[in-house]
């Protein structure tokens, strides 16, 4: 099989309660199926990863952050899936952002994002533990964990 590689970046954006924001959406040639995700995506050419991140989650949220705000990926993994008939092997970095609440602005999506992203819900932890929904990346709560917990030792809380 032979697979395009890619480069992305994703953001866990982390309220003050601790709700982690996913998107809901699928796959244009899988109709029907649909899962939850962070927001990211494809790095463009000659973009790192924090301005890759920043540039996803600012045109899936509406959010704007900063790159330097982003600081440094908190996660990195290699995974590989199907989209609208093609195999991607995605290497992405993951970005832990913090933000005191958020409502989610849907205008920057690109035609594609419009065509596949439905909807976005906050999540808690215990409720993505709880979920028989597709969910990703794998094992998100074990991520989280980790991240808040390491995040929480670095800003002494």
């Known amino acids: 099989m032979t697979y395009i590689d890619r480069r992305a970046a994703r953001v866990l954006l982390v309220d ?10 699928g796959d244009p040639a899988q109709p029907g199926r649909r899962w939850w995700f962070t ?8 973009e790192t990863a924090a301005q890759g991140a920043a540039r996803e989650l600012f045109e899936e949220t509406g959010l704007r952050a900063d790159p330097a705000e982003l600081g440094e990926p908190v996660h990195h993994e290699v995974t590989e899936f199907g989209y609208d008939g093609r195999r991607y092997r995605q290497n992405q970095h993951f970005f832990l952002h913090r933000v ?17 992203i439905t909807e976005h819900r906050w999540w808690t932890l215990a409720e993505i533990d709880a979920s028989d929904a ?3 990346p794998a094992d998100l709560t074990g991520l989280l964990r980790r991240c808040l917990a390491t995040d929480a030792a670095v800003r002494g809380h």
Do not use: Q
């Open 16 to 25: 003050a309660t601790e709700r982690v924001l996913l998107l809901h959406g």
């Open 39 to 46: 927001p990211g995506g494809g790095l463009d050419e000659g």
């Open 100 to 116: 005191p609440a958020w409502e989610v602005d849907f205008a920057g999506f690109d035609a594609d994002e419009r065509r596949t």
């Open 134 to 136: 597709e969910i990703y």
